[in-house]
């Protein structure tokens, strides 16, 4: 991608149009966060053909390093164990879409590795332009009522701020690369604590917890990254794998209804206490399959899901009624117990750990590492209390953001790393 040639020459040209289709992404992130999450996916792939040959080798070398094997023999296990799953030709065919949405992803990497400085910088200014529109469009929407949606589908909104607000999860991902950019390559600090501030105000004005609990924690990993960035992967991966392989012990023996003493009664949040009776339910089912797990894409149709459940008051008022379980534990660790089984478990926190090391090989800046912690973390929160693992465009997010670091990464200047790096 670094080549050039003479003013309208072929490869001129081929560079202008992968600047105009990075920069059309990463712009077009702003509308497709608020009005249509699920079109992360349809983005990723667009940066995924901006690939040329250069990129696509250095794709195949990624898929070599110890992170990319890890991956790779994770996505093996998913593949096999559908064989395994309720209805296996049916588990087939999303084992296969993970793996195309993964291959996206390293080529989409890839080619940001890879990129010349004028579409990187071009790609940086655009990523920028996007985060304003997501913010303006988020505020739109809060105050319209999903407005814009409503006059995009010409029809009222059945759910009100429910679909607008899963997109402050891929905000609460995108922010931090953003922040660096304002910071650090423009030199803008008010800009970025502006950026910062804004993105809290739209986090905490919708109905999405987990982003605001990811948004906390990101940012209070951020601001101990910049003085012990090591410590603080570190400290991430030891917990990604401790959760991990801890995770069937932890709602059969620690949070589970009868523990927390909440069993019948309505005294937690009525989202909080829906999930630990999920997770109760999980782990149930975990033990019955504990070594290779029920099969991928198995927790769609896991026996009971369809039970109902309901709380009262302790006035003794029904408070909610609701199925039990819906698709999946909304809890990545439980997750993938259920379905791919200590194996997969294990495969999962050597993948997990590997990817989460490459942060501190993102750069020599501590700056970067930092903003890299604070993006992994919103995204294993998010992970841990709310989406299912495999959602394509939840992962679409994470390597969008991934993108965008990269992007960071070859536009700052590298400072003197700091000693803990």
């Not at 990723?44 to 990129?55: E, I, K, T």
């Not at 959760?243 to 209804?257: K, W």
């Not at 504990?290 to 927790?299: H, K, N, V």
């Not at 090989?361 to 890299?372: E, H, I, N, T, W």
């Amino acid at each position: 991608m670094e080549n050039t040639a003479s003013p309208g020459g072929p490869v001129n040209r081929s560079l202008l149009a992968i600047r105009a289709l990075v920069g059309t992404v990463m712009v077009g992130l702003g509308p497709i966060t608020v009005l249509a999450s699920n079109g992360t996916v349809v983005l990723l792939s667009l940066l995924a053909l901006g690939m040329r040959r250069s990129g696509l080798n250095r794709a195949m070398g990624l898929a070599k390093t110890p992170g990319g094997l890890a991956v790779g023999a994770l996505l093996g296990w998913c593949l096999l164990s559908s064989l395994w799953a309720p209805i296996p030709l049916d588990a087939v065919e999303p084992a296969l879409r993970l793996i195309g949405l993964v291959l996206l992803g390293l080529a989409a990497l890839a080619g940001a590795r890879t990129m010349d400085d004028e579409t990187r910088t071009f790609a940086a200014r655009c990523l920028l332009v996007g985060l304003a529109v997501m913010l303006v469009l988020f505020l739109v929407e809060r105050a319209t009522g999903s407005g814009v949606r409503e006059l995009i589908r010409g029809a009222p909104s059945t759910r009100g701020l429910t679909k607008t607000s899963r997109g402050s999860v891929v905000l609460g991902i995108m922010l931090w690369p953003g922040v660096g950019l304002l910071a650090w390559w423009l030199r803008r600090r008010a800009l970025a604590v502006g950026l910062w501030l804004a993105s809290a105000l739209v986090i905490f004005s919708l109905n999405m917890s987990a982003s605001k609990l990811g948004f906390l924690l990101a940012s209070g990993v951020f601001v101990v990254a910049l003085q012990r960035p090591r410590l603080v992967v570190r400290t991430l991966q030891a917990g990604l794998v401790g959760l991990m392989l801890l995770a069937p012990a932890v709602p059969r023996y620690v949070l589970n209804q009868q523990t927390l003493g909440i069993e019948g009664q309505r005294r937690l949040p009525e989202s909080w206490q829906h999930r630990v009776q999920i997770w109760q339910f999980t782990a149930d089912h975990i033990a019955e399959k504990p070594l290779f797990g029920a099969g991928f894409d198995a927790s769609r149709t896991i026996p009971g899901q369809d039970q109902s459940i309901f709380f009262y008051a302790p006035d003794g008022s029904q408070v909610f009624h609701k199925k039990l379980f819906s698709l999946h534990p909304h809890n990545a660790y439980l997750h993938i117990w259920m379905e791919l089984g200590a194996v997969g478990a294990i495969l999962a926190a050597l993948a997990g750990a590997s990817l989460l090391g490459l942060i501190l090989r993102l750069s020599g800046d501590v700056r970067v590492q930092a903003l890299g912690a604070a993006t992994a973390m919103s995204f294993l929160v998010n992970a841990s209390v709310s989406f299912g693992i495999w959602q394509s465009w939840f992962l679409a997010a994470a390597v969008l953001g991934a993108f965008a670091l990269v992007l960071l990464a070859g536009l700052i200047t590298p400072a003197r790393p700091h000693p803990s790096s």
